[in-house]
């Protein structure tokens, strides 16, 4: 098929990707066609099988192949190079800057292979589809769970609960399941918080860069939104200290561990602070921890130090189990969680005893540690890769840190980022605009990538085209 060479700097999972990559844009593998098993390309290149499963799951990762359960890896079909209709459709950002926010929500929502999702915030489907063995959906169909078909406990399926509170006393987070209410994943979480929580004109602390969907729904609760900037470190303790004496805010939101969208975890000493301000100002921290179990090793997190006192921590399954399993909850004390409950009886009764029952059979059967480790693995590749590959188009980084999905780049300031998001569109590749992230509209030459997806060799061309005629 091809040959690798044994002298050259190229690291032998790089030389197969690279080759295969080349046979499949230059016709020699069309469309469709199968790859060779693992063990025969191992035997006919002369590797080991684990460095051609790391190739493997490369090219899965970059759309060139596609894995398919029970037989084998398959060239990818060609991608579309029409425009993506659905997003130029939308309102221009100009008349209404919450339009760029609904665009790539919609965008990363919407399911297609002719789309490269640099900008989304979800992971590749194969990558998920690992995570739930076939037992899981046999025992559901077979009546093991006959609950599964009837409503749900609005305060969520207690076996759920459950082991909730169980993986956060893992986390040294004193929890039982009188402290757990599910939610529809964890947007519903911050929205069920906002109403109970908020008032018209209240002041809310925002990170700055941070999860741009949370201020399209607080904008939406008629607050004030107040950014705070967030520093390697986590948020700017000065900044926090003088907006808390200004506003005398009502609440703080943040993400202590694989901040969305810069990559980040914030240092033990500014938990501390933070925690330390939310006591002298009397104001409620709400912990997004939704990408927390991809944190490698020790992670200190502030309900762990605070101990649901001052700080209401908010998970989800969503993003490493499939966006259509909408399972996220929140854990608090108790007298806030019975509010809680209250305004989900309101707003959709109760939650699905299905989707819970499915995500507690995961849990259950052990799949989702390894799943975790396995998915971890692969982004701390992917995520050297990804930078390797945006770095030589032109983006810049600023820290060589950071773990987890997203990293967080810069372009030249001589590129214009709108105009660039826009041409990627008629390319089929989603880009997010560093503006979305940024409640004072800052952030502007600056983009969010998933790593996952930001290896593709079109998306690498583009940016690198791109940037080079903006220089």
Known sequence: MFELSRDSTVALVDQIAERVTSLVEHGQLPAGARLPSIRKLAKLVGASPFTVVDAYDRLVARGVIESRAGRGFFVCGRRLA???????ALVDSAADPGSDALALARMSLSHSSDIIAAGSGFL?????????????????????????????????????????AARLVQHGIAAGAANIVTTFGASQAFD????????????????????????????GQHVNLVPIPRTAAGPDLDALENACRT?????????????????????????????????????????????????????????????????????????LIGPALRVGFVAAEPALIAQIVERKVLSVLSGSALLEGFVSEVLDSGRYRKHVDTVRTRLSRMRRDAR???????????????????????????????????????????LAKGSLFSPSRGCGQWLRFNVAHSTAPALIRFLGNALSEAA
Not at 193 to 213: K, T
Not at 295 to 301: D, E, S
Not at 399 to 415: H, N, Q, T, Y
């Open 82 to 88: 029409t425009p993506l209709l659905a997003i130029e």
């Open 124 to 164: 590749p489907e194969n990558w998920l589809m690992e995570a739930v063995p076939g037992a899981v959906l046999n025992r559901l169909s077979r009546g093991r769970r006959p609950q599964a078909w009837m409503q749900c406990a609005p305060q969520g399926l207690f076996e759920l609960r459950e082991q909730i």
């Open 192 to 219: 069920l918080l906002g109403r109970i929580l908020f008032a018209p004109g209240d002041a809310v602390l925002v990170e700055d860069p941070g999860y741009f969907v949370l201020f399209e729904q607080l904008r």
């Open 247 to 319: 506003h005398r805010p009502r609440a703080f939101f943040t993400q202590t561990l694989l901040h969305n969208p810069t990559g980040s975890n914030s240092a033990p000493a500014n938990c501390h602070r933070v925690l330390s301000l939310a006591e002298q100002f009397h104001f409620a921290v709400i912990e997004d921890d939704v990408y927390g179990d991809l944190h490698a090793g020790p992670a200190v997190r502030l309900a762990q130090i605070d101990g649901l006192r001052h700080v209401i921590h908010v998970g989800s399954f969503t993003k």
């Open 388 to 430: 390797q590959a945006l770095e030589r188009a032109g983006v810049t980084f600023e820290s060589a840190g950071g773990e987890g999905i997203f990293l967080w780049g810069r372009v030249p300031d001589r590129a214009p980022v709108d105009k660039l998001v826009r041409d990627a569109r008629e390319h089929s590749i989603l």
